[in-house]
C-alpha cells in the first residue's frame, strides 16, 4: 500500500536540506577559516580533522547506542521529535565553530577549535540518526523507499549549494574582517537550518508504529554490533558508500588541477559541471522509485558502477580534451550519482533485514556506523587527492608541469574513481543478497539471505 504523500518527500527533503547547510560550511569553508581568521596552520588544522574522524570512530556507535535506548521507549512517535531536539544543538555548535573569543592565544585558539568542532559532530550525529531512521517508519514499500532515497538528496544538493553561494558573497563584502564573512555566513545557515528541520518536522509522518521494547529487551550495544557483522547487506552498502565518496570528494579535489593544469583553462567546466549535477540529481531522484520497481536494485547498481569503471578508464586512455572531459562529466553523472541515491533506500532495507535476523532494528547503531563509513570516504578523498600531488611532483605557480605530473593528475582524476566502481561492483555482485523486492508483499515476507 503506497502511503506517501508529495508534502512527506517535501518534508523528508527539508531534513536534509537542514543537515547539510552545516554540513557544507564545516567542509567547503572551515579550513579557509582556521587558516586565514584563526591563524591556525594548515598542518594543525590536518591533524584537528584526523582526531576528530578518530573520535568520530568512537563517538558514532556510542552516539547511535544511545540514540536506540532512547528509541526502544519512545511511545508513540520515535524519529521525528528529535528533529526539533536535535536542531538547536547542531545550530548553536555549528556556530560556535565559526566563531571564537578575543583575545586568545595560539594554544588556547587551538583547543577551542578541537572542542567546538567535536561538540559540533557529537550534536549533528544526534540529530541525522533519527533523520536517517525516520525513513523506515515513513513507508515500507521499496519504491517509496527509494523516492524518499531521491527527496534527501535533491535536499542535500541544496543544502550543499547555498554555502556556496552565499559564502564567497560575503567574503568579498568583508574582505577586511573576515571574521565577520564567516560568522554572519554560518548565523544565515543556521537560521535556514532550523527552519528546515521545522518544516521536514510538520510534514513528515511515521505511518508505521512499533511498540516500545521492555526493559528487559532493550537494545543491547554489543549485540548489535555483532549483528553487524553478520548482516552482509548492510556491510555491503556501508563499505560501498566509503568506496563511492572516495571517489566523488577525491575527483572534486583534483578536478581544479586537471582543468587549469591538463587542459590549460578548462576551469570553466567546474561551473559547468555544477551544472550537469543539478539536472542529473533533478531528472533521477523523481524516477529513483520507479526504476528499483522496475529493474530492482541489485541490477541498477551493477549496471552503474560497471559502466561508471569502462568510462573512466576508457577516458583515462583517452587524450586529455576539453571536449572529451565535458562528454564525461556528463556520460558519468548518472552513473555516480543514481547508486548515491539509492543507498540510503538500501540501508532502510538492511536495517528490516537486521530485525529479522536478530529481533533489534538498531537503527542508531545501524545508521551512526553508516556515517562514520561515510566520513572515512571523505578522509581518504582528502588524503589521496594531497598526498597524490605530492607524490606526481605537483609544484604550484608553474607556467607548465612535467609530463609525468600532468600524467599523476589524470591518473587521480580518472584512474581512483574506476577503481573505487569496480570495487562497488565487486561487492554488490557478492554481498547483495538481498532479493531485488517489487511489492510490499515482498518486503514483508523479506529475503533469503545466505549467511555463508
Given amino acids: 500500500m503506497k502511503t506517501l504523500t508529495k508534502m512527506n518527500r517535501?518534508?523528508?527533503?527539508?531534513?536534509?536540506?537542514?543537515?547539510?547547510?552545516?554540513f557544507g560550511m564545516t567542509?567547503?569553508?572551515?579550513?579557509?577559516?582556521y587558516t586565514d581568521v584563526l591563524g591556525i596552520s594548515a598542518a594543525a588544522a590536518g591533524t584537528l580533522f584526523l582526531v576528530a574522524r578518530m573520535w568520530d570512530g568512537i563517538n558514532d556507535p556510542m552516539m547511535g547506542a544511545f540514540c536506540d535506548k532512547m528509541f526502544s521507549k519512545r511511545k508513540g512517535e520515535k524519529f521525528r521529535p528529535f528533529l526539533i531536539k536535535g536542531s538547536w544543538p547542531v545550530v548553536l555548535c555549528a556556530i560556535l565553530v565559526f566563531w571564537a573569543p578575543a583575545g586568545l592565544t595560539d594554544i588556547q585558539k587551538l583547543i577551542w577549535a578541537y572542542a567546538t568542532y567535536i561538540l559540533w559532530g557529537m550534536a549533528y550525529t544526534f540529530v541525522n540518526i533519527p533523520y536517517g531512521s525516520l525513513a523506515t517508519v515513513m513507508t515500507n514499500d521499496p519504491e517509496e523507499r527509494a523516492s524518499l532515497a531521491g527527496a534527501r538528496s535533491v535536499g542535500g544538493l541544496i543544502g550543499g549549494i547555498l554555502p556556496a553561494i552565499v559564502m564567497p558573497m560575503l567574503l568579498s563584502l568583508y574582505a577586511d574582517d573576515l571574521s565577520k564573512a564567516y560568522l554572519y555566513a554560518i548565523t544565515i545557515m543556521g537560521v535556514f537550518s532550523f527552519i528546515s528541520y521545522l518544516i521536514a518536522y510538520r510534514y513528515t509522518d511515521e505511518h508505521i508504529k512499533h511498540e516500545p521494547v521492555p526493559e528487559t529487551e532493550?537494545?543491547?550495544?554489543?549485540?548489535?554490533?555483532?549483528t553487524i557483522a553478520k548482516n552482509k547487506p548492510y556491510l555491503c552498502v556501508a563499505i560501498a558508500s566509503m568506496f563511492l565518496l572516495t571517489a566523488m570528494l577525491g575527483q572534486q579535489s583534483i578536478l581544479y588541477y586537471y582543468l587549469a593544469e591538463n587542459l590549460s583553462g578548462g576551469v570553466?567546466?567546474?561551473?559547468?559541471?555544477?551544472?550537469?549535477?543539478?539536472?542529473?540529481?533533478?531528472?533521477?531522484?523523481?524516477l529513483a522509485g520507479k526504476l528499483v520497481g522496475k529493474f530492482g536494485v541489485k541490477k541498477i547498481m551493477l549496471t552503474c558502477f560497471a559502466l561508471g569503471a569502462i568510462i573512466n578508464i576508457g577516458v583515462f586512455l583517452l587524450p586529455s580534451s576539453t571536449y572529451i572531459t565535458l562528454g564525461y562529466l556528463i556520460l558519468h553523472a548518472?552513473?555516480?550519482?543514481?547508486?548515491?541515491?539509492?543507498?540510503?533506500?538500501?540501508?532502510a532495507d538492511c536495517i528490516d533485514y537486521n530485525y529479522e535476523i536478530s529481533g533489534q532494528r538498531g537503527e542508531g547503531v545501524l545508521y551512526s556506523s553508516y556515517s562514520f563509513m561515510r566520513k572515512m570516504g571523505q578522509a581518504i578523498a582528502?588524503?589521496?587527492?594531497?598526498?597524490?600531488?605530492?607524490?606526481?611532483?605537483?609544484?604550484?605557480?608553474?607556467?607548465?608541469q612535467s609530463d609525468?605530473?600532468?600524467?599523476?593528475?589524470?591518473?587521480?582524476?580518472?584512474?581512483?574513481?574506476?577503481?573505487?566502481?569496480?570495487?562497488?561492483?565487486?561487492l554488490y555482485k557478492t554481498m547483495w543478497t538481498l532479493k531485488d523486492k517489487k511489492s510490499v508483499s515482498e518486503v514483508e515476507e523479506q529475503a533469503e539471505l545466505a549467511e555463508a
Wanted: glycine share 10%; with cysteine.
Fill in 268 to 286: 570553466w567546466l567546474i561551473s559547468v559541471n555544477s551544472i550537469i549535477m543539478m539536472v542529473t540529481i533533478g531528472i533521477l531522484a523523481p
Fill in 404 to 426: 609525468a605530473t600532468l600524467f599523476g593528475i589524470k591518473a587521480v582524476m580518472f584512474v581512483l574513481p574506476g577503481i573505487c566502481a569496480v570495487a562497488c561492483f565487486i
Fill in 382 to 400: 582528502g588524503f589521496i587527492a594531497g598526498m597524490g600531488l605530492s607524490l606526481v611532483g605537483y609544484t604550484a605557480g608553474l607556467e607548465a
Fill in 334 to 347: 548518472p552513473f555516480i550519482m543514481l547508486p548515491s541515491i539509492l543507498f540510503w533506500a538500501n540501508i
Fill in 10 to 22: 517535501v518534508g523528508y527533503a527539508f531534513g536534509d536540506v537542514a543537515n547539510t547547510l552545516t
Fill in 27 to 33: 567542509s567547503a569553508f572551515l579550513l579557509l577559516y
Fill in 218 to 226: 532493550a537494545v543491547s550495544f554489543s549485540a548489535t554490533v555483532k
